[in-house]
């Protein structure tokens, strides 16, 4: 069973800091797409990295996804009241190729930036 | 371009009885996968469907089926439902295995 720990759990920061959320796993994944989820809403993709070392840039967010393709990280930068947020990893597929299209999340991070 | 939509927003059921979710995909997607989110946790995989066949299974007992029709939307059946199955059920829509996007999801309660 492939597992996804993530962490914090909970982050509560104020407007201006940066912060970083961490997704581990000891399985290989295909790749890994971070979400973030609104309250009673779905989750909105933001990003998905492919190549195990893959860094990618959206804005004031920076996504990782390291060189064995088991952990991925992402970063914000002078964080604001709109990242506020639930944001989740989820990895797709495995080394073997037999769950490809399966998506195994993390916990999730509730992310709250204070103004 | 529509995005993918979920039918119905809520939902309130009985122990016991059966329940129908249905999800359209994102134009131009052929794959739909069913996921279930409880209150605090992230999403798990219940199913994925791909030509009409169910393609990967998640660890779901029996009472979760599901089905895909021609023009690639989904339905989602419960049954003999159990409080524990109260949850945000959410749809995703993805061309075949790449990048699934997220309906708004079906809120269930079970009482």
């Known amino acids: 069973t492939q597992l996804l720990e993530q962490s914090p759990q909970f982050l509560s920061i104020q407007e201006g800091e940066n912060l970083t959320v961490y997704c581990n796993s000891s399985?290989?994944?295909?790749?890994l797409q971070w979400y973030r989820q609104e309250p009673g809403e779905g989750p909105v993709l933001l990003v998905t990295?492919?190549?195990?070392?893959e860094v990618k840039k959206l804005k004031r967010l920076t996504f990782q996804f390291g060189d064995a393709r088991k952990d991925s990280s992402l970063h914000i930068t002078a964080a604001q009241p709109g990242d506020t947020g639930l944001y989740l990893c989820?990895?797709?597929?495995?080394?073997?190729?037999?769950?490809?299209?399966?998506?195994?999340f993390g916990q999730g991070t509730i992310l709250t930036v204070h103004p | 371009d529509a995005g993918v939509t979920q039918s119905p927003t809520h939902l309130i059921k009985t122990r016991g009885q059966q329940v129908t979710l249905r999800c359209s995909p994102k134009?131009?997607?052929?794959?739909v996968s069913w996921y279930q989110q409880a209150l605090g946790q992230g999403p798990q995989f219940i199913f994925q469907?791909?030509?009409?066949?169910?393609?990967q299974r998640g660890n779901f007992p029996d009472r979760f089926s599901g089905h895909q029709f021609p023009n690639y939307s989904s339905e989602l059946n419960v049954n003999a439902l159990l409080l524990g199955d109260s949850a945000l059920y959410l749809c995703?829509?993805?061309?075949?295995?790449?990048?699934?996007?997220f309906g708004p999801g079906t809120r269930l309660t079970v009482t």
């Open positions: 995703a829509s993805s061309l075949f295995t790449y990048e699934q996007y």
């Open positions: 399985s290989v994944f295909s790749s």
């Open positions: 990295v492919v190549t195990g070392g």
């Open positions: 989820a990895g797709e597929g495995n080394a073997g190729g037999t769950s490809y299209g399966k998506l195994t």
């Open positions: 134009s131009g997607h052929d794959t």
């Open positions: 469907y791909y030509e009409e066949e169910e393609r």
